[in-house]
């Protein structure tokens, strides 16, 4: 009998302690899928800038019509990338950050190709979209961050103990972090 009023003793303290980390999980996992939106919100909006950009720069007499198909090819493999919140694993931030990276080489080619155009970086609808791109790959760093930031919290927690023992009952799995190449954590060179 002790030993049965022990047991229920004990798995009610294990219930009391674990119903705040519960609580506690629910909100750091809420927050880093959040986060995931506005890191998502910052790529979305470079990728609405672009078709504005490839219109401006087709005015340009000559451009190479290549930078300009890759340009728009590394957008829409970008764009079609979508990560559900609630599975932020290794592997798929890892596919997205891929995509992304791509679409940045090739607007870096476009910038760098843009050079030979004085005509093109003087108007001023391509100097309004090089401020726009620019604050867009600000935004995006720190988006990047702050997901990052909220992942380690949420990842901290569930490993602590006693939250790891709710954590598996419950199905909380570590979250995957943005593991950017060489270089990436700065925004494209942009120069006109």
Do not use: H
């Not at 609580?23 to 909006?45: C, F, G, H, I, P």
């Not at 309004?128 to 927690?157: D, H, K, M, P």
């Amino acid at each position: 009998m002790k030993r049965f009023i022990f047991g229920i003793v004990g798995l009610f303290a294990l219930f009391s302690l674990s119903s705040c980390g519960y609580n506690t999980m629910v909100k750091l996992d809420e927050n880093v899928q959040s986060k995931w939106a506005e890191v998502e919100n910052a790529y979305q909006r470079r990728a609405d800038l672009i078709p504005n950009l490839v219109n401006t720069v087709k005015g340009a007499a000559n451009f190479e019509q290549e930078t300009l198909t890759q340009v728009i090819e590394a957008r829409s493999k970008a764009t079609s990338i979508n990560i559900d919140a609630s599975e932020l694993t290794p592997e798929a931030i890892k596919q997205f950050e891929d995509a992304q990276n791509a679409l940045s080489g090739s607007l870096s080619r476009l910038m760098a190709v843009a050079e030979n155009y004085p005509q093109l970086r003087a108007t001023e609808n391509f100097q309004a979209l090089q401020a726009q791109l620019e604050g867009t790959e600000n935004r995006i760093s720190v988006a990047r961050r702050n997901f990052n930031e909220a992942t380690q919290q949420y990842n901290s927690t569930i490993r602590a103990f006693p939250n790891n023992l709710m954590a598996g009952i419950f199905g909380f799995k570590a979250k995957g972090y943005f593991q950017s190449s060489a270089g990436a954590d700065k925004a494209p060179t942009v120069s006109f």
